[in-house]
């Protein structure tokens, strides 16, 4: 089947902090990845995405690497501020299919 | 463009009653999306249309849910004889056919709650 395993949460970090959020995933053919991100009172909001092995994903500080070989897609960002204080989902959506599979989600509380 | 809309925000129901949400799509979309999200968890695929078709719905699109798009713009889902079961947020998202990356734009979704 099609499956998205997140690190729990909560993070809380200190500002300017190096930040990696796990994400693993599970699928037939070949996917194409994604992190959403929901700041307080807002909808989802597209952060990244990739589309093949080995593309990496990158928008606001954000990266994220496509990794066939350990089916990964980590989400890193080098100096995290406290308006990156968002619960942010991993996802995929199977090459052909409509529908995403999102992980549980991982809230990041960043402390001044 | 702005953006995904949806109707009510939140809607607060007692169990058995019917409730309808409305999603106003981003308007050159011509694919729409219903998602229902409980606590701590990530969204989950209810069903999928494109323009006024309705192509594609999840196991968990009970019998007592439905979903039209009329006329291919906005989209309604209904719930009947709600349970305390039904109580998440009701999220829609669209997105214009053709990608390769299927990139779908989310709403601010309805809470709803069945007491």
């Known amino acids: 089947g099609n499956s998205v395993t997140q690190m729990e949460g909560p993070v809380t970090l200190s500002e300017e902090a190096f930040l990696t959020i796990n994400c693993t995933y599970t699928?037939?053919?070949?996917?194409?990845l994604f992190w959403y991100v929901q700041y307080p009172g807002e909808g989802l909001q597209l952060l990244l995405k990739?589309?093949?092995?080995?593309d990496k994903g990158s928008n606001k500080g954000f990266e994220a690497t496509y990794r066939k070989e350990t089916t990964s897609f980590h989400l890193e960002k080098g100096s995290v501020q406290v308006s990156d204080s968002a619960v942010y989902f991993c996802a995929l959506s199977r090459s052909g299919a409509n529908n995403l599979f999102f992980g549980t989600g991982t809230r990041l509380t960043v402390i001044p | 463009d702005t953006g995904v809309s949806q109707d009510p925000r939140h809607k607060i129901t007692k169990r058995g009653q019917n409730v309808t949400f409305r999603c106003d799509p981003i308007s050159e979309h011509n694919r729409l999306y219903w998602y229902r999200q409980t606590l701590g968890q990530g969204p989950e695929f209810l069903t999928y249309?494109?323009?006024?078709?309705?192509?594609?719905k999840s196991r968990l699109l009970s019998d007592r849910f439905s979903a039209e798009r009329p006329k291919g713009s906005f989209s309604t889902l209904e719930i009947q004889r709600t349970e305390q079961g039904d109580s998440a947020m009701y999220l829609c998202a669209s997105s214009l056919g053709g990608q390769v990356f299927n990139e779908q734009y989310f709403g601010p979704g309805t809470r709803l709650t069945v007491t």
């Open positions: 990739a589309t093949k092995a080995d």
């Open positions: 249309f494109q323009n006024e078709a309705q192509l594609e």
């Open positions: 699928a037939t053919g070949y996917p194409s």
